[in-house]
Nanobody, 123 residues
Framework: QGQLLESGGGLVQAGGSLRLSCVAP????????MGWFRQAPGKEREFVAA???????TYADSVKGRFTVSRDNDKSMIWLQMNNLKPEDTAVYYC?????????????????WGPGTQVTVSS
């Protein structure tokens, strides 16, 4: 928490797109997998997408085909391109750095987290 910083959130109508970015201020990303999670009000934090050092991508079923995760290791930056957004995508989106050997979708496998960026999708 606080080790990463997200940006790019905002308000968008259903069917629209947003592109989220994540950086690690003052440091360079390691070879660890990076992930995106989200949390809606009153809901548990849920997995969205992950990307390995070699750009192997993993997605939650709810966003597969609509969201795309990418990374630039030289720039120590990851992105989440969100297309065809739905109201149920409304949440605070977090990027995270994975440190444990476990499923990419397992929140406890991630140690470093950003403060989150709000994404609101209107109907």
């Amino acid at each position: 928490q606080g080790q990463l910083l997200e940006s790019g959130g905002g308000l968008v109508q259903a069917g629209g797109s947003l592109r989220l970015s994540c950086v690690a201020p003052g440091r360079t990303f390691t070879t660890n997998t990076m992930g995106w999670f989200r949390q809606a009000p009153g809901k548990e934090r849920e997995f969205v997408a992950a990307i390995s050092w070699y750009s192997t991508e993993t997605y939650a079923d709810s966003v597969k085909g609509r969201f795309t995760v990418s990374r630039d290791n030289d720039k120590s930056m990851i992105w989440l391109q969100m297309n065809n957004l739905k109201p149920e995508d409304t949440a605070v989106y977090y990027c995270a750095e994975k440190l444990k050997s476990a499923s990419d979708s397992y929140p406890a496998a991630y140690y470093f987290w950003g403060p989150g960026t709000q994404v609101t999708v209107s109907s």
